[in-house]
């Protein structure tokens, strides 16, 4: 079938094109206008028509959003389901999910946050989204095997093995590291962690978990990068930790999670307990201007009433305070 799109501003940034005009669709494939007649012709008067949107960072399912549905069950009632179907079209619900993604404009979502132990509820939630291509990251930063083997001093043939083996048990598009060691640092007593501070029990830092992470997803050859969710997130100075964990990769490939979180600077450098921040945005913009070997996602404030459950130990339990209702929960596995 041959389909024109017509009237619509047609945006891709890869051909420079930024305009009101046609676009010519045939099985499914975009193709050089046509003098033939179109089977369907699709009218995007008023619309933007683009490539459809691929969102790698995105909280769909999983532990964590089973969890969330938990806490604040009145968010997950729906009042317009069909009859015999209590929850189909619910907040939060995998027809929910798909359809206002479609409706959005996205073609893809990736779940970031999988611990191997989790895998199969995980992807059992992804099968049953409609509308997307989904898939998942496998959470590896504060795998206690990984930490034993870094502690031992296995090798990087260890590390490697260990690695490919949880990414393809749990199906993974890529492995996450979220504060690396910060979990087991808050077992022992931490309630902030930097780039080379002391793992206790373990005797590592997030900087040696994260680049035996590096080394391993570029020798197994994992399509996405290494995807980084720093220390000290959304405090004044995670500016500081976002360009030390930059320059940290030395040239290999990383993604940086959510990093508006990281846009936080401090007021005044020069006498950062002060208190208060900044926005550190521009120092971020040119920091991966320096570094092409890297790329990040932007993260979302939601404007409404939401939850956050991450596996952040460290960041969720300095922010349980700010919870309105008064419900957390700490996940440190």
Same mark, same amino acid.
């Given at each position: /079938?041959?389909?024109?799109?017509?009237?619509? !501003?047609?945006?891709? $940034?890869?051909?420079?094109?930024?305009?009101?005009?046609?676009?010519?669709?045939?099985?499914?494939?975009?193709?050089? $206008?046509?003098? !033939?007649? $179109?089977?369907?012709?699709?009218?995007?008067?008023?619309?933007? %028509? /683009?490539?459809?949107? *691929?969102?790698?960072?995105?909280?769909?399912?999983?532990?964590?959003?089973?969890?969330?549905?938990? @806490?604040? #069950?009145?968010?997950?009632?729906?009042?317009?389901?069909?009859?015999?179907?209590?929850?189909?079209? &619910?907040?939060?619900?995998?027809?929910?999910?798909?359809?206002?993604?479609?409706? /959005?404009?996205?073609?893809?979502?990736?779940? #970031?946050? /999988? #611990?191997?132990?989790?895998?199969?509820?995980?992807?059992?939630?992804?099968?049953?989204?409609?509308?997307?291509?989904?898939?998942?990251?496998?959470?590896?930063?504060?795998?206690?095997?990984?930490?034993?083997?870094?502690?031992?001093?296995?090798?990087?043939?260890?590390?490697?093995? @260990? %690695?490919?083996?949880?990414?393809?048990?749990?199906?993974?598009?890529?492995?996450?590291?979220?504060?690396?060691?910060?979990?087991?640092?808050?077992?022992?007593?931490?309630?902030?962690?930097?780039?080379?501070?002391?793992?206790?029990?373990?005797?590592?830092?997030?900087?040696?978990?994260?680049?035996?992470?590096?080394?391993?997803?570029?020798?197994?050859?994992?399509?996405?990068?290494?995807?980084?969710?720093?220390?000290?997130?959304?405090?004044?100075?995670?500016?500081?930790?976002? *360009?030390?964990?930059?320059?940290?990769?030395?040239?290999?490939?990383?993604?940086?999670?959510?990093?508006?979180?990281?846009?936080?600077?401090?007021?005044? #450098?020069?006498? $950062?307990?002060?208190?208060?921040?900044?926005?550190?945005?521009?120092?971020?913009?040119? &920091?991966?201007? &320096?570094?092409?070997?890297?790329?990040?996602?932007?993260?979302?404030?939601?404007?409404?009433?939401?939850?956050?459950?991450?596996?952040?130990?460290?960041?969720?339990?300095?922010?349980?305070?700010?919870?309105?209702?008064?419900?957390?929960?700490?996940?440190?596995?």
């Amino acid at each position: /079938m041959l389909i024109r799109i017509t009237g619509g !501003r047609v945006v891709d $940034p890869t051909a420079g094109r930024d305009a009101v005009g046609d676009v010519w669709i045939e099985s499914g494939r975009v193709v050089a $206008p046509s003098e !033939r007649a $179109p089977d369907r012709t699709v009218d995007a008067s008023g619309c933007v %028509v /683009m490539a459809g949107g *691929v969102e790698v960072h995105s909280h769909i399912a999983g532990g964590n959003v089973v969890l969330s549905r938990l @806490l604040l #069950p009145d968010l997950y009632v729906s009042e317009a389901a069909p009859e015999g179907h209590p929850f189909a079209h &619910a907040g939060g619900s995998a027809a929910w999910i798909g359809a206002n993604y479609a409706r /959005m404009g996205y073609t893809t979502a990736v779940e #970031p946050a /999988m #611990p191997p132990v989790n895998a199969l509820a995980t992807q059992l939630e992804l099968a049953d989204i409609p509308l997307l291509d989904r898939g998942a990251l496998c959470v590896m930063g504060n795998d206690d095997h990984l930490l034993q083997l870094l502690r031992d001093r296995e090798g990087k043939a260890a590390v490697r093995d @260990l %690695v490919a083996l949880n990414t393809a048990t749990s199906r993974a598009l890529g492995v996450k590291c979220i504060n690396a060691g910060g979990a087991s640092a808050f077992k022992d007593g931490a309630l902030k962690l930097s780039l080379d501070d002391e793992i206790p029990t373990y005797g590592l830092s997030t900087r040696k978990i994260m680049s035996a992470l590096l080394d391993a997803v570029e020798e197994i050859g994992v399509p996405h990068p290494l995807h980084v969710h720093c220390n000290n997130l959304g405090l004044p100075g995670a500016d500081e930790s976002f *360009v030390a964990t930059l320059e940290a990769a030395e040239g290999r490939r990383i993604h940086f999670a959510h990093a508006q979180f990281y846009a936080y600077g401090v007021v005044d #450098p020069e006498n $950062p307990m002060t208190g208060g921040f900044r926005s550190a945005a521009e120092r971020l913009t040119q &920091a991966m201007e &320096a570094h092409p070997n890297a790329t990040f996602d932007v993260g979302q404030v939601v404007f409404g009433q939401t939850v956050t459950i991450s596996l952040d130990i460290l960041r969720q339990f300095a922010g349980r305070k700010g919870a309105n209702p008064k419900k957390w929960i700490l996940n440190a596995g």
